[in-house]
C-alpha cells in the first residue's frame, strides 16, 4: 500500500506534468494539503519536503512554496550525481560556521568551490533549498541511536544533548529554526518521532505531547541562540565578553547602587561570575526533565 505521502508527491508530480501546476504557480500549503488528503500535519510537510528535495517545488519567499523552474526540476543529482550536491552543501557549512548564515550567499558557494555561480543551480534550488540541505547534513552528523535507551527521561535527554552538540559545532543553526514555522527537515522530524515514540505509552494527550517535544527544543534553542549572537558581537564591537563587562563596570555599579538586592548579589559574586553555556544547559537539563517528570508521570485515569 502507497504511503499518503508518497500518493501526495505523485499527484503533485501529475500536475506539474500535465500542465496544472507551472512554473511560479503556488502549490498547496501544508495546511491545505493535510485538510485535502485528510492527514497529519507532518506528513503532508513530509510531502512537500521530498518535493523539494527532488527539485518540483522551491520556497520563494514571501510567497511560499512554488513550483520550479524547469532547470531546477532537471537537477543532475534526481538521477544520481549527489556528490557534488554533498560538496555545495558541505562548503556551504564551512561559510555559515565561519562567518555566520547572514554571511552565506550562492555565490560566496560558488567561489569557495571554484565553480560558477549558476551551476549551482542545477544541484540545489536555490539558498532556500540550500539551508535545508545544511540543517538535514548537520543533524545527521549527530545520529540519534538506533537503540533508543529506556524510558522517556532518557529518550527525551538523548534528543537535548545531541541537538545541543549540534548547535555547538554550528551555531548558525539557532537561527534557522522557528517554532511557529519548523522547517520541513527530514532530520529534525527523526526527531519529533524520536520522543513521539518516547511518550506514545504516557497518559498525556496529543496537544500536550506536543508542547513537551516543543519546550525541550526550545530550551536548547533558546540557549544556543546566543552563541552565535556573541560571535558577531565580538566580530562587531573587536570585544571579548569578558572585555565589554569591562567597559560596562561602571554603569553597572551605578545600578548596583540603585538596586540593593541586585547590589548585594554583585558582592556575593565578588566581580567573578563566567556565563560558561555548556554548564548553563546542564544545569537546567535536568530540573526541566525534573519538571515534566510530574507532569508525565503522574498516574493514568
Known sequence: MTAPYARIVADIKRRVA????????RVPSTRQLARDWGVALATAAKALTLLAQEGVVVAEPRVGTVVAPRTAMQRPDISGNVVIRD?????????????????????????????????????????DDLVLLMVDAVIDDFPLPERPPDGWRARLETTARLQWAGYRAHPWMATVTSLSRPLPSPSLLKHTEFVMAALQDTALDAETKMYVHVLV???????????????RAQAATGLTADEWLEEQEESMGALAARYPAFGRLIDELGGDFDLDLDRFFEFG?????????????????
Open 217 to 231: 527544543y526550545s530550551y536548547v534553542q533558546g540557549i544556543a541562540a546566543n552563541i552565535e549572537l556573541e560571535q
Open 285 to 301: 537539563l535536568g530540573p526541566l526533565l525534573d519538571g515534566l517528570a510530574l507532569l508525565i508521570d503522574q498516574p493514568q485515569t
Open 87 to 127: 560538496r555545495i552543501v558541505r562548503a556551504a557549512i564551512e561559510i555559515a560556521d565561519a562567518a555566520g548564515l547572514h554571511e552565506l550567499t550562492m555565490r560566496g558557494v560558488a567561489d569557495r568551490l571554484g565553480m560558477a555561480t549558476m551551476s549551482l543551480y542545477r544541484h540545489v534550488a536555490g539558498k
Open 18 to 25: 500535465d500542465g496544472r501546476l507551472r512554473p511560479g504557480d
